[in-house]
């Protein structure tokens, strides 16, 4: 997971497996798998990889699917695919 927000904003991402809620966690897998993120931001994006194969592929798809895209971008791109 990647995000962006309004510069100078004081962000933190809290990741929980189960029950545990850590903001040192790194990676989180299990059945029940999340994330809180705490921001002053007036604007948030937030960017996902997906993979049932591994946390590497996941990383892989995100920068392949989305590489350094801002959302209006990404926006704009699958609705001109959607169009065809």
């Known amino acids: 997971m990647k995000w962006t927000t309004t510069p100078g904003s004081t962000d933190k991402i809290y990741l929980f497996n189960d029950t545990v809620i850590d903001d040192a966690l790194k990676i989180a897998q299990s059945r029940w798998t999340g994330a809180v993120i705490q921001t002053n931001s007036s604007t948030l994006e937030i960017y996902i990889g997906i993979s049932y194969v591994s946390v590497e592929n996941a990383k892989m798809n995100l920068e392949m699917e989305v590489g350094n895209k801002l959302f209006d971008t990404l ?4 609705q001109a695919v959607w169009a065809k």
């Open 75 to 78: 926006k704009a791109e699958n």
